[in-house]
Every structure is written in C-alpha cells, then in structure tokens.
C-alpha cells in the first residue's frame, strides 16, 4: 500500500540524481538505505547521538537519521559508497594501517566526519579532532586508533602536497652546451 502523503523527491546522491516517492517528513538515512539500497550508512540511534548515520550534505557532516528528505531539496550528498578524493583516500589507507575497525558498526560514520575534518583542516590539531569527532560513539573504544589514524591521514595528505609541489609541471628546458669555438 502507498503512503497518501508520498510525493516525488530527486535526491542527489554520490553524483547521481534518483528520484523516489516517500513521504516528506522520511528520513533520509531510510530513503538512503531502503530505496537507494545504499547500505554503509548505519542506524544507531535514531537520535543524532552516535553518528553511525553521518552523510555529507554539501560537504558537511549531517545525521541523516534526523533529516527529513524534504529538508535536503537539491544538496549534494555523499554517503560512505561515494565519498572520494585524497582525503578520503588518506583516511582509509591510515584507518587500515592503524586496524581502526574492531567491530565495524560506527565505521562509516566516523570516516565521514573524519574525512570531512580533513577537507576543511588538513593539519588538525587534537582539539579539532575531538571536536569533529564529538558524537561519533564507538561501542569498542577504538578512539585512540581514530584520532592516530586522523593524524597519519594529514600527514599523507602534507607529504602527498609537498611531493606535487616539487615536481614540475613541465620539463625543464634543455640545457644550451657552451660554445666552445
């Protein structure tokens, strides 16, 4: 049976628009994981209080358990499926050096936020970090993981900018031989 109160919303999601009927007030983690069948973003609480639901809405970390559909209209949004570019590369290569993961649950979310404080503070501090970081609980206590694996992400992010910065964008021009005559 159809929602009466169901109406056509375009989502655009991890570069791709997807148009569903749901009702406006659906949050957007359901129409995320029931009608897109994008299913790394986890429901925790349903409260906005641990995080395991973060997407980026426009680049910004957001509960998505607690936002309605209706409120995201034309925003951009990434879930864990589509989140790319270096920062997000950095993260999970440092997320597994550091064997972050215990149990797995609060993942996604925490490597949204965390990718999301990298884009906006490459070099963050501690501080920055735990606030960034503030309501994404993890059962398994891996936080001291987390925050190492936050930093070695920026350090490879810094290392990764100064390498580019030192090559060239082009070739340097030959070298004339003196003139010996």
């Known amino acids: 049976m159809t929602d009466p109160r169901a109406t056509s919303i375009t989502l655009q999601v ?3 628009p997807f148009t569903i009927e749901v009702p406006p007030d659906t949050p957007l ?29 426009n680049g910004v970390p957001t509960r998505s358990c607690v936002t309605p559909v ?19 590369d950095a993260v999970r290569d440092a997320w597994l050096r550091r064997t972050v993961p215990q149990c797995g649950y609060c993942q996604a979310g925490q490597i949204m936020s965390a990718v999301a404080l990298l884009t ?3 070099a963050p501090t501690d501080a920055d970090i735990d606030r960034a970081m503030a309501g994404n609980l993890c059962r398994c206590g891996t936080y001291p993981r987390i925050r190492a694996a ?10 990764a900018a100064q390498q580019s910065d030192a090559r060239p964008d082009a070739p340097a021009p030959a070298q004339v031989p003196p003139n010996h005559s």
């Open 120 to 122: 906006t503070h490459p």
């Open 150 to 159: 936050i930093h070695d992400a920026a350090q490879a992010m810094s290392s």
């Open 70 to 88: 209706s409120a995201v209209g034309a925003a951009r949004i990434t879930t864990i499926e589509g989140v790319a570019g270096p920062a997000a």
């Open 29 to 57: 983690l359901w129409a995320l994981r029931e009608w897109l069948g994008l299913t790394g973003t986890h429901y925790g609480c349903g409260m906005a209080q641990c995080g395991a639901c973060t997407v980026h809405v």
């Open 14 to 16: 991890n570069g791709q």
